[in-house]
């Protein structure tokens, strides 16, 4: 059975950082292509950074140059550094494990985690 736990999420003023961990058990996170969405208050949820099993990345461009997405294989653990954060940055974020890749494009799969609170204020 595959679980995602993420945590790291908190309060933080706009220009600070945080960094998410989304903890993976079952037996699928090496060969998994990973990914971070987020969901703002009465929005939809969106793509904010992705990775392949190879260690390949892909950014939302609202978020290139200030997240990082990378794995530690070994501790089954995705990570998402949050630096420069700005209010918009703010939502639930979720993690996502054995998405697939179809034309450059990450689809997710039902494997989500519960989620963790990012808020960012001004």
């Known amino acids: 059975q595959v679980q995602l736990v993420e945590s790291g999420g908190g309060l933080v003023q706009a220009g600070g950082s945080l960094r998410l961990s989304c903890a993976v058990s079952?037996?699928?996170?090496?060969?998994?292509?990973l990914a971070w969405y987020r969901q703002a208050p009465g929005k939809q949820r969106e793509l904010v950074a992705t990775?392949?099993?190879?260690?390949?990345?892909n950014y939302a461009d609202s978020v290139k140059g200030r997240f990082t997405i990378s794995r530690d294989n070994a501790k089954n653990t995705l990570y998402l550094q949050m630096n420069s954060l700005k209010p918009e940055d703010t939502g639930v974020y979720y993690c996502?494990?054995?998405?697939?890749?179809?034309?450059?494009?990450?689809?997710?799969?039902?494997?989500w985690g519960q989620g963790t609170q990012v808020t960012v204020s001004s």
């Open positions: 990775i392949t099993s190879a260690g390949r990345t």
């Open positions: 079952g037996s699928i996170f090496s060969f998994s292509a």
């Open positions: 996502n494990a054995d998405g697939a890749y179809y034309n450059g494009n990450y689809y997710p799969s039902h494997y």
